[in-house]
């Protein structure tokens, strides 16, 4: 077992947060905890990953905090995790489980956030539907007006028309 964990194809590692640092989100749009990869090639290292891994997330969102450790240091940290006779698993699995927890408590207050501005964009979207209606309506009673208004112009002219057609035939008579 020790040697799935230890071997450069493992792909273990613990979540911690940092303290000052700000929150960073991976390509899904969730909190991207920081993690402590404990490979072969990279013992101890940190990095952000998305929080999805584990489920097969495609979104491949990975950024390294820590610069690569030199071939003494990366040899130390071996050496010392080798020396344990409790297996690594066992303490990163722990971790594992608290950090966990913490993710899902941040995804769920990030996805209730989410969930709040969907209904208030909702609620913001039915109120400009309501607008919007109510202005076709208004629109239209205007263009009404302005037919009424133009039928009652046409209406005058002919009027006049007659008054002066009447007024040239009184007076040739």
Known sequence: MESRILSSSSNLSH?????????????CGL????????TRMN???RFYGCARYR??????YFKWIDAKFSDRATEVI???????????STFVDDLDDV?????EASSANYLKN???KQAEVSSVNYLLKNEVSRMKIERKRYQMFIIVLFCYIAYLIIKCK???????????S
Do not use: I
Request: positive net charge; contains cysteine.
């Open 15 to 27: 979540r911690s947060d940092g303290e000052g640092e700000h929150e960073r989100f991976c390509y």
């Open 31 to 38: 909190p991207s905890p920081r993690r402590t990869s404990w």
């Open 43 to 45: 013992p101890g290292r």
């Open 55 to 60: 489920e097969g997330s495609k979104c491949k």
């Open 78 to 88: 071996l050496d010392l995790l080798d020396g344990r006779r409790q297996p690594p």
């Open 99 to 103: 950090d966990s927890k913490q993710v």
């Open 114 to 116: 989410e969930v709040s």
């Open 162 to 172: 007659a008054l002066e057609n009447k007024k040239k035939f009184l007076q040739l």
